[in-house]
């Protein structure tokens, strides 16, 4: 697979941002070949905390519900991460050993924290370094298995540290790695496009929504209705 890099996709609110993503993903799931991973990562407009969209990613991609027990989410998180570390081709003992060292960083990103664990113990400034050298060799390590699309939904929204996992997960992208980064903004107050500044090796897709004419908001509603509208 060929690297796909950074694709912005820009418009207003209710524009299409949201359905045009749906429909490249249903679209992907639906093609033949190897399967892909689609990773949501959302950006939070009053939760600006660190790296804030990609918590939410790990939550989602570790099975953790509100439901479950405190023990019944760490048992999730332990089998799908041991599951991520067993399917690793041989020849990656070096990432192997990265992502057992980043296993309680990994878990506090996911919500899972215990006392005296690595995460706690760390600096803040360490702690950040190898929260993104975590975020990143995850990527990596899913990448090597299966083409990723993370989805940077409400860019404008995205928090600075955020952003920097984006630059990091950019520099996997100009490396050859089979993913592609789609960030779904609306346009900022000045009128300009939001963008996450990137090295000049990455490469860059844009796609500008606008207002729709008459026959292609026919079309959509076609399309979404599954049938001819009057």
């Known amino acids: 697979p060929r690297p796909a890099g950074i694709i912005h996709i820009d418009g207003d609110a209710g524009l299409g941002k949201s359905y045009l993503v749906e429909t490249f993903r249903r679209t992907l799931e639906r093609?033949?070949?190897p399967p892909l991973l689609w990773v949501e990562a959302p950006c939070d407009q009053t939760l600006q905390r660190s790296v804030n969209a990609f918590e939410s990613a790990l939550r989602e991609y570790f099975h953790q519900t509100a439901a479950a027990s405190k023990e019944e989410n760490h048992v999730r998180f332990d089998d799908t991460f041991d599951w991520l570390l067993y399917r690793?081709?041989?020849g990656e003992a070096a990432l192997r050993r990265e992502l057992e060292e980043a296993r309680a960083i990994v878990a506090a990103l996911a919500g899972i924290r215990w006392e005296g664990s690595l995460y706690d113990r760390l600096h803040p400034k360490d702690r950040f370094s190898r929260t993104l050298a975590a975020i990143t060799s995850w990527i990596r390590a899913?990448?090597?298995?299966?083409p990723v699309v993370i989805h940077l939904e409400d860019a404008q929204w995205a928090d600075i540290d955020t952003q920097r996992a984006v630059q990091a997960i950019g520099g996997l992208c100009a490396a050859g790695a089979p993913i592609a980064v789609l960030c779904s903004a609306r346009y900022r107050d000045d009128g300009a496009p939001f963008r996450i500044e990137l090295a000049p090796d990455v490469r860059c897709a844009e796609i500008a929504l606008g207002p729709l004419s008459h026959e292609p908001a026919g079309r959509i509603a076609d399309n979404a209705a599954g049938r001819r509208l009057p």
């Open 88 to 90: 690793l081709p041989e």
């Open 31 to 33: 093609r033949s070949g």
């Open 142 to 146: 899913e990448s090597l298995l299966a």
